[in-house]
């Protein structure tokens, strides 16, 4: 999942800004998904979803400070999950 995340950036500097974040956060994307939704497969899904958005918007995000940045991708992931939520009723 990594290579396609990187292919949907141009420069090395986001291409390694992508892969910090995956590495750094994927699995605590993944748990805030997977306590919210109780499904492996939908977690999966919206930890995807979460990193899509962040990617498409990465020119206006800051991702200097760690704690900002947790806090960014949690409030993403969760945002993904409330969607997922909703679509499912």
Do not use: G, P
């Amino acid at each position: 999942m990594l290579a396609l995340y990187m292919a949907m950036v141009d420069t090395d500097e986001e291409r390694s800004l992508v892969e910090r974040l995956y590495t750094s956060y994927e699995q605590m994307m993944y748990k805030a998904a997977f306590s919210l939704l109780k499904d492996s497969y939908y977690a999966e899904d919206a930890v995807h979803e979460a990193f899509l958005r962040i990617i498409r918007n990465m020119s206006c995000l800051n991702f200097d400070d760690d704690k900002k940045t947790r806090a960014l991708l949690v409030i993403t992931v969760r945002n993904v999950c409330f969607n997922m939520l909703r679509r499912n009723k």
